[in-house]
């Protein structure tokens, strides 16, 4: 199986991400597969500079190096594999993204919109006076051909958004979830390219699963609702749908979703307080998943023989550190 791990570089390798990665990495060595790292830099204004070098450094640290991607070789971050690149910032400039927008556009399934931030703004606002649920209003669906031709022929700025079918019922049976549904009239219009040409992560993780040939994509469940725009984008591209499972969340003692202002966070942290890597995976691994015996202490490769997705719970999953003292 082919899994993989796409972290934006928006900031150092939080222990949320370590338990993603991990169980990302088990599904991938548990069926002799290929755990592969790919970097989703596509939002260029929230870049750390070091975040790639933490990840990677971080996951060394705890056993997990990609088989396949962005990796180190010798402290020098580089990329190896049949998929080159790996980083969405350099793929982007070969137009990849660009052409299945264009596609979706042809076929219909996607459309031009030149909505200005301030009319889109207003349009929020208006909403929620009025206790709508906050959705594009479909303003420049509505537009006739001659009129998109000549604003497209005269370089204005626009972005593509995804055309949901609203008749449509989207059906999935999700890994840990099971079977979930979402009615089609209550998914947005996505934007699947900015006006400065960068896909978002809606367009760019789908066509970057498809052509990296993932089997299944591990995410965490903040990304469960974006999904149906996701089949939708599989379906409309003509491709199979990867298998998806949406890991429960790491929240706080108070339930409220992990935050540093409640505590560690970062991989960092735990490294300079002198916690071992063994420590941490292993407390990691039991955060959301059990094997379904009285076994409290794994080996990575423990771990990987025993993990199954079947036993990882719905629902989030508390950080008590005082467990791990
Ligand atoms: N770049 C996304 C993030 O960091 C990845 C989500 C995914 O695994 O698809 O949240």
Redesign the pocket.
Known sequence: MRTR????PTGMLHVG?LR?ALYTYILAKKTNGKFLMRI?DTDRARQVEGAIENFLTNLAWAGIVPDEGVMMKDGVLSQSGPHMPYIQSEREATGIYRKYADELVKKGHAYPCFCTSERLEQMLKQQEQRHQPPMYDRQCLELPGHEIKSRLDAGEPHVIRLKVPHERVITFNDDIRGPVSFQGHTVDDQVLLKSDGFPT?HLA?VVDDHLMEIDL????EE?LSSLPKHLLLFEFLGWPVPRYAHLPLLLNADKTKLSKRQGSVSVDEYRNKGYLPEALVNFLALLGWNPGTTQEIFTLAELTEQFDLARVQKSGAILDLTQLD
């Open positions: 791990f796409p972290p934006s991400s993603t989703e992560y993780h994509v591990t995410r965490g990304w």
